[in-house]
């Protein structure tokens, strides 16, 4: 056998030189693989699949275990600087050197027989953590879906609850054209008479109908839980049980009562494997962390992160934007993926924007700068604006950040967005502190 890394980042360069594409659906490979290495979890396993919620949605789940005294191990994709934020074991980031070891083991496992099993960067990564997840005597395992959820790794593992939160049009090249099939494609993570939480409030027939044809244990926003709330509290009903005068998720946004209210009908529907209690849930909720999820950074200018990167996710975005008052200039640092449907995002949050700084991404699959630029050039005229808005080019999220910090006042907004680069790029060194005299700096 040829010599192999001995790092973490020796590691990744090489899974990404194993396969000629990024994505290749389908579990036959990784599958073997897993048998190979005779991969299976002890504890009950609560997979999460869907377009926007699902990285909300597994944080949540993690705090109120965490605060219900459990081990939770948490596996969720991409990251936004280091490799090693997807996979958490009792709350903590794992190490390079935890990790490192399950690679040399999944890839003893890929070529054992002689004839090595072809596996994407994604496949290899996702094996390498469950074998970690596995082996580190947990008491529930939150897995997070790459993509869709049917033929996706992670859905090489049997899960004792699955929920799907909410269901947009992203990834259609590999997912299929509409609502319908992509939620045909999310569906696949149930399972025959386990719990399947479904917290999308517009669920997909094709949803639905899959519970009910494989027999699971189906859990609808608005039939089986619902939630009510005011601007002080809001309170959860579901089969048999209540929550009342609980605080707003520590995570900001309208859009998380929804992934929030998903998050109690999953604990509730495995209440015999984990029962959690309401305290857990109180304390869980209020004190859940997740950078990127339109987290404001406190100082001057204000600064919003978030890694909205599709119409629906931006949409949110937009709403909460609005939603934060006024201000006299809002700055955006914008970058994106080449296959978004970038329309829609930018007619969306248009009218909130003063200022783009529109930035080139480190990764071949990123949209450029100039012709992100292009594109809002083209929205603006087919939408006959008044208003000029000034455009920038920038070569990575750090300088357009730079420039936006350059040009704006303490009392302006800058938010960063589009995708998990753009929010990542602007966090390699550490959360950005905006001239904040009173905390510091």
Known sequence: MHNLPDTLDGWLSYCESLHPRNIE???????????????????????????????STCAMLEAVALQSGYKPGVFTSPHLVHFEERCRVHGEIVTAA?????????????????????LTYFEFTTLAILRLLSISKLDVAILEVGMGGRLDATNIIDTDCAIITSIDLDHMEFLGPDRESIGREKAGI????????????????????HARQIGADLWRFGIDFNFTG??????????????????????????QLVNASGVLAAFEAIRDKLPVTAQAVRTGLAMVELPGRFQIIPGQPTMVLDVAHNPHSVAALAANLDAMGYFPVTHAVFGAMADKDLTPMLNKIGPLIDRWYFTDLPTPRADTAAHLQQKWNAVQMVAGAKREVKTTLHANPEAALQAAIAAADPADRIVVFGSFYTVGGVLQHGTPRLQAKHLGT
Not at 43 to 52: D, L, S, Y
Not at 190 to 209: C, E, H, L, Q, W
Not at 230 to 255: F, H, I, V
């Open 190 to 209: 149930m399972r025959p008479g386990k719990p399947a939480v479904v917290s999308d409030p517009m669920a997909p027939d094709s949803v639905i109908n």
């Open 230 to 255: 005011d601007k002080q509290q809001w309170a959860w009903a579901g089969r048999g049980r209540r929550y009342a005068g609980l605080s707003y998720p520590a995570l900001r946004g309208a859009n």
């Open 25 to 55: 659906m389908g579990l036959e490979r990784v599958g073997e693989v897993a048998k190979r290495l005779n991969l299976h979890f002890d504890c009950p396993v609560i997979t999460v699949a869907g377009t926007n919620g699902k990285g």
């Open 98 to 118: 935890q990790l490192v070891e399950q690679f040399a083991a999944v890839e003893q496992a890929r070529v054992q027989g002689g004839a090595p099993i072809s």
